[in-house]
């Protein structure tokens, strides 16, 4: 699962990730960016101690949601348009190259801010179906306050056609996002809890269940069966 900054990985699919980790599933993380420090005229002015602390509640994010591993990078935040797409690029596939996820789950393509975008472009780019490349299925997550913010008018917009069950699992994707107090807002906010259970059950309402993470499945690969002559 790639995220662009720390919190995306629960807003986008926190409740998906603590069921996959139920399941038995390994879910890797990774957070490209450092976060907080676009809130800064300077990224040089940023409060290191803020930094640190964003870091150590993705940690306790991962307890959490019990995921395998945590990986961060330093990326400058809200600023990933100042560096060359290939190095965001090659982080990726050092991850890919470690882990050989047959499943990846990124930021979406037409979201309003910035880092996600090119986030989703090179996650794109290091799962590029060629041989040897493990990942077999590529989804894009939403992220409250970011995709819908856009108010489509950045392509693609979001259509999501895949959706997980997150009944069990959504009060602790709301105890996760919880962690990060930097980030999480009050009511009405997109990000605030009682925002997130409303998304969370309107998405389960278009399939029927009590809760629901939606997703847009990028791309999907299945193996030829070749017989063998007998």
């Known amino acids: 699962m790639v995220a662009a900054h720390p ?14 980790a139920q399941e038995g599933h390994q879910v890797y993380i990774a957070i490209l960016g450092e976060g907080v420090t676009s809130r800064y005229a300077q990224r040089e002015e940023a409060d290191k101690t803020m930094v640190a602390t964003l870091r150590a509640h993705s ?5 959490l949601l019990c995921a395998k591993d945590l990986f961060i990078f330093d990326l400058p935040d809200n600023r990933f348009d100042t560096i060359p797409l290939l190095e965001v690029v090659k ?3 050092s991850l ?11 930021q979406h393509g037409g979201d309003l801010n910035i880092d996600h975008v090119i986030t989703h472009r090179a996650v794109l780019t290091a799962t590029r179906p060629i041989s ?3 990942v077999k299925k590529l989804y894009a997550y939403e992220v409250p306050s970011s995709t819908e913010w856009a108010f489509a008018q950045f392509a ?17 994707k709301i105890k996760a996002m919880q962690i990060y ?3 999480a807002r009050p009511f009405p906010h997109p990000r ?30 299945k193996h030829s069966i070749v017989k063998e002559e007998t």
Not at 7 to 20: F, N, Q, S
Not at 195 to 217: D, I, M, N, P, Y
């Open 96 to 106: 890919i190259e470690r882990l050989q996820p047959e499943v990846v789950y990124t």
């Open 59 to 63: 940690h306790k994010v991962k307890e």
């Open 132 to 134: 040897g490349c493990p």
């Open 91 to 93: 982080i990726i596939e």
């Open 181 to 183: 107090e930097s980030e």
């Open 192 to 221: 605030s809890p009682e925002a997130l259970r409303v998304t969370a059950q309107r998405w389960g309402s278009v399939v029927g269940l009590v809760a629901a993470e939606a997703f847009e499945l990028i791309y999907s690969l």
């Open 7 to 20: 919190d995306d990985e629960v807003l986008g699919c926190g409740g998906t990730i603590a069921r996959l």
């Open 156 to 172: 693609p917009a979001f259509r999501p056609n895949v959706f997980v069950d997150i009944s069990t699992t959504l009060d602790t």
